[in-house]
């Protein structure tokens, strides 16, 4: 009986990967060029590499502000997509682009005006004067291109965003493809300066992906706009101006915790990567490294968590609510037992990838244990993110914004600032103790996801 709860049939399992593999697919190949990239900045120096990383830091806090800005309007979207009404998920559309350009330019001004002292932050460790400074000057150089990449990639969470929770990966999944051969491409004549171009190091990294965000955006945008019979939504969104003031009400109720939660969450662990770098440059190198492969590995449960929002959101929103739940079970125990399989691949793989950097010794040995650490986290992790998405699904957005942000905040990183500042614990098991809380955050999400709490319809009452 236990099993039969757990396992799916083979239709069960044709959907999943039917709405999880091109996500999956998109954030494996976005992830193994963000690798190459590395490799590439990391041949032009150590230095260079940290700057990049760091910078790619704060640009991740961003990233995380639109994704909750875009998912609080978007757990509604495929809902609406449920029920039929494309009304709606223009209305929803229509919300992404207003709060999503908003804090582009928020975004902008914050890292025009204060990038240089943000990046400071990570320098402050052990280490060479002369290594923090060429590394400041790389990051800074690196951050001030990246800034004209922030307008179309919001652009594009808004189009992508709302064609995933109508169930069409397929188009995010190409045009992120594109992209990133693009993205690959342009690296390595930019950076190195091949084919009669300047070698432009970090800065061609940055230009790199600026112009593949642009190819990005034209891709889903033109295909949208093409294909109104799919996509009956793109039409509607630019005949209005205006959001129904009930459903801006409801968004903001529902997805206000949601957005101010990816800040904080995001504010988080930019916070605990500055904790890490106070012992040394070294070991902002080495997190870098093992966080880049990481996100390699890690494409699965992101991509079966994103699974749960779409098909739980669906059927909740068609009023199908024991559906839901049979479905959501099989996604979180499906989830689970792969990264379980894919944590013990990553561990026996462990030192190989930070073979592949032109760095020093110490800094391979560190990423290696830090991807072996983060590998034994693995199947905790697919359970947390296949938890919290469910409970985002049916608007628990005040639970996951305890469940994640405030956490993270109020216990994650004071653990990890008094261990790193007051006491001499090295940074491998220091880095492991703070991995190791979250499992703390799994038995919280295993309750609420038992006693059901997230089962409702919240768009019911929405005209």
């Known amino acids: 009986m236990l099993l039969k709860s757990l396992i799916g049939d083979r239709n069960f399992y044709r959907h999943v990967l039917a709405v999880s ?33 760091i910078s790619n830091q704060l640009i991740f806090v961003f990233n995380l502000c639109i994704f909750g800005c875009v998912s609080a309007s978007g757990i509604f979207t495929a809902q609406f997509y449920g029920r039929g009404d494309q009304r709606g998920v223009a209305d929803t559309m229509r919300f992404k682009l207003y709060s999503g350009l908003l804090l582009c330019a928020v975004g902008i001004g914050v890292f025009a005006l204060f990038g240089e002292g943000l990046i400071s932050l990570y320098l402050q460790g052990e280490g060479a004067v002369e290594d923090a400074q060429a590394s400041l000057a790389a990051g800074l150089e690196y951050l001030r291109i990246m800034l004209w990449g922030l307008a179309p990639f919001v652009l594009v969470q808004c189009y992508a965003g709302t064609l995933r929770e109508c169930g069409q990966t397929f188009v995010p999944m190409v045009a992120g493809i594109t992209a990133v051969i693009v993205n690959l491409s342009l690296n390595y004549i930019l950076i190195f300066g091949k084919f009669g171009a300047p070698a ?14 642009y190819v990005e955006l034209l891709i889903v945008v033109i295909w949208t706009h093409r294909h109104h019979d799919e996509n009956p939504f793109a039409r509607m969104t630019y005949q209005s101006a205006g959001v129904p003031r009930a459903l801006v009400g409801k968004i903001m109720i529902k997805g206000m915790p949601l957005m101010v939660n990816e800040l904080f969450w995001s504010l988080g662990v930019a916070a605990l990567s500055q904790c890490y770098s106070w012992r040394g440059l070294s070991v902002v190198a080495a997190i870098n490294i093992s966080s880049t492969i990481t996100n390699l590995f890690n494409v699965i449960h992101l991509a079966l968590g994103s699974s749960v929002s779409i098909i739980v959101g669906q059927l909740l929103g068609a009023g199908d609510m024991e559906e839901a739940v049979d479905r959501d079970t099989k996604l979180i125990a499906f989830s689970t037992g792969v990264c379980l399989i894919i944590g013990a691949v990553m561990f026996a793989a462990a030192p190989l990838f930070p073979a592949i950097y032109n760095t020093e010794q110490a800094v391979r040995d ?20 296949a938890s919290y998405f469910t ?10 914004f305890l469940f994640d942000s405030v956490f993270i905040c109020c216990v994650s990183l004071p653990s990890a600032y008094i261990m790193a500042h007051y006491t001499a614990v090295p940074i491998i098991p220091l880095y492991a103790a703070v991995q190791a809380i979250d499992i703390i955050k799994c038995v919280i999400g295993f309750i609420l996801v038992k006693r059901r709490v997230w089962v409702q319809n919240i768009i019911e009452n929405e005209n």
Do not use: C, E
Not at 40 to 48: E, I, K, L, S
Not at 394 to 399: A, D, E, L, R, S
């Open 21 to 53: 593999l091109p996500i999956m697919i998109q954030n494996f190949i976005t992830n193994f060029v963000s690798l190459l990239d590395n490799i590439m900045v990391g041949r032009v120096g150590t230095t260079a590499m940290t700057g990049v990383a």
């Open 200 to 213: 432009l190091g970090a800065s061609g990294a940055a230009l790199a992906t600026v112009i593949s965000r």
């Open 366 to 385: 560190l990423a290696t244990a830090f991807i072996r650490i983060m590998a034994v986290y693995m199947p905790f992790g697919a359970f947390l993110h």
């Open 391 to 400: 409970l985002r699904s049916g608007g628990k957005t005040i639970i996951t």
